[in-house]
C-alpha cells in the first residue's frame, strides 16, 4: 500500500515557476515508477511527467516537454516536478500516481495509487 499527498500547487503569473512535491507512505516507494497528471473539469486525466523506479528514465508529455522536470528522492519518499515557464493552459489539479507496471505509462489505468490532487492556476 501507498499513499501519496501532493503539496506545492498555488496561483502563480504566467511565465513563473512552481515545484510540487508528492511524498509517500510505505516502504515501496522505490520499487514503484512515479508520475504525474493533470485535469481540468470536463476533461479527461491527462498525462503530464514519468519518472522509472531508480530515475534512471524519464518521459514528458509534449506539451511540457522541455519546460517541467520530474524528479525524484527515494531516500525522501518524495517525487517532484518542477514546473518553468508556466502558461494559463497549464491550470490544472495535479495529481501525482505510483505504478508497479512497467514501461512508459502515459494511461491513468497503468497505475495503482493516486494521491488527492493539488490546484495550480496560471494567471496571464
Known amino acids: 500500500q501507498v499513499q501519496l499527498v501532493e503539496s506545492g500547487g498555488g496561483l502563480v503569473q504566467a511565465g513563473g515557476s512552481l515545484r510540487l512535491s508528492c511524498a509517500a507512505s510505505g516502504r515501496s516507494f522505490s520499487s514503484h515508477a512515479m508520475g504525474w497528471f493533470r485535469q481540468v473539469p470536463g476533461k479527461e486525466r491527462e498525462f503530464v511527467a514519468l519518472?522509472?523506479?531508480?530515475?534512471?528514465?524519464?518521459y514528458y508529455a509534449d506539451a511540457v516537454k522541455g519546460r517541467f522536470t520530474i524528479s525524484r528522492d527515494n531516500a525522501k519518499n518524495t517525487v517532484y516536478l518542477q514546473m518553468n515557464s508556466l502558461k494559463p493552459e497549464d491550470t490544472a489539479v495535479y495529481y501525482c500516481?505510483?505504478?508497479?507496471?512497467?514501461?512508459?505509462?502515459?494511461?491513468?489505468?497503468?497505475?495503482?495509487?493516486w494521491g488527492q490532487g493539488t490546484q495550480v492556476t496560471v494567471s496571464s
Open positions: 519518472i522509472n523506479r531508480n530515475s534512471g528514465s524519464t
Open positions: 500516481a505510483a505504478a508497479t507496471s512497467l514501461g512508459i505509462l502515459t494511461t491513468p489505468r497503468f497505475y495503482d495509487y
